[in-house]
């Protein structure tokens, strides 16, 4: 999974279609497994652990997507269109470190590990751009959920990476080079918190797609304004400028507010507000926003007051480190 870091909301359509959309996100050591067990009959079994779900089917062309692990069937229908299934059946195992809905894209990246495991079983020739293009089309166009399309690059190419996004799908995946003492101390400052709530991630990106198509002047300026928070972002870590993190996720967080009505709510301002007065500097709500994980960076030693101040008000610290690579897939 991956925490978004600046320019959040920009690889959503329409607004990157007309003005082209800048994140720069990390990923982290929280994960989405997907294993493929094959089978001598012909049956499908779907088998989400984190969720306590399991579903069977008799193997068909098309698994109908009705609210229950479209995720899961989302994936299989794409592939078996596009690509056909041998004649044996196969149960699917998949687990989340994450909860849906917690804004570390959760969803995204369940879909690349599952394309992953699948492209393993049956050799596929996808590469990392046509991983995530793929993942982004199942996602986005044959189950229709509302979103962007950091995750599914995030997810599949790992590392920090400021990442463009043009009309007609265009991405340009940007490694970036930091110095290792420079990730470490962004490591060590950086606080990832959960705010014990899950959020619909669709309303809130319908209504920011809204207003672009409205022309809704003050939501649009918010968004180039966190476009250019990516590139101020970009610069700082490059450069070792790290006392300046926090001013921009700060400024972050409020070009933010103005994108969507429900982005922000009470019970996220008062943690804001809780761990600012306790020594953070800067902070952002992670995904769409309206609940899930936030950050804060801590400069200094403030982690320690920060994390006291959070636990007070509920919810969950989540320990995590960076991570430099994306999928993974193996066979045994």
């Known amino acids: 999974m991956r925490i978004g870091l600046a320019g959040g909301g920009t690889d959503v359509s329409p607004y990157c279609d007309l003005y082209g959309g800048a994140i720069l996100n990390a990923t982290v050591s929280l994960y989405a497994y997907a294993n493929i067990e094959p089978v001598n009959d012909n049956t499908i079994t779907l088998h989400a652990a984190d969720r306590k779900e399991t579903l069977g089917f008799e193997k068909s062309k098309i698994l109908p997507l009705d609210g229950k692990l479209d995720l899961l069937k989302g994936v299989y229908n794409r592939i078996q269109k596009d690509y056909g299934f041998p004649d044996t059946g196969f149960k699917l195992h998949t687990f989340v470190d994450a909860p849906a809905g917690s804004g570390l894209g959760t969803s995204s990246t369940l879909v690349v590990a599952i394309i992953g495991a699948f492209a393993e079983m049956l050799k596929l020739p996808l590469g990392e751009y046509d991983i995530a293009q793929y993942a982004y089309e ?121 994108m969507a009505a429900n982005i922000s709510n009470s019970v996220i301002e008062e943690i804001y507000e ?47 480190s960076f991570t430099k690579y994306g999928l993974s897939t193996w066979s045994v």
Request: charged share 30%.
């Open 274 to 320: 809780s761990a600012k007065k306790a020594g953070a500097s800067g902070g952002k709500i992670s995904g769409a926003g309206g609940g899930g994980f936030m950050i804060f960076y801590c400069p200094g030693n403030s982690r320690y007051s920060v994390i006291d101040a959070l636990q007070k008000l509920g919810g969950e610290v989540k320990q995590y």
């Open 138 to 258: 199942i996602e986005r166009k044959d189950i229709q959920l509302a979103g962007g399309r950091q995750d599914q690059y995030a997810a599949t190419f790992g590392g920090v990476n400021y990442m463009e996004f043009y009309e007609e799908d265009k991405v340009i995946v940007n490694p970036l080079r930091i110095k290792p003492e420079y990730l470490s101390e962004l490591e060590n400052n950086l606080v990832l918190f959960f705010t014990a709530t899950s959020r619909e991630s669709a309303a809130i990106i319908k209504e920011q797609q809204k207003n672009v198509h409205e022309k809704n002047d003050s939501s649009i300026e918010a968004m180039h304004q966190l476009k250019e928070q990516s590139r101020r972002m970009k610069e700082a870590l490059l450069k070792g400028r790290l006392n300046e993190i926090g001013e921009i996720l700060d400024f972050g967080f409020q070009q933010k507010r103005k």
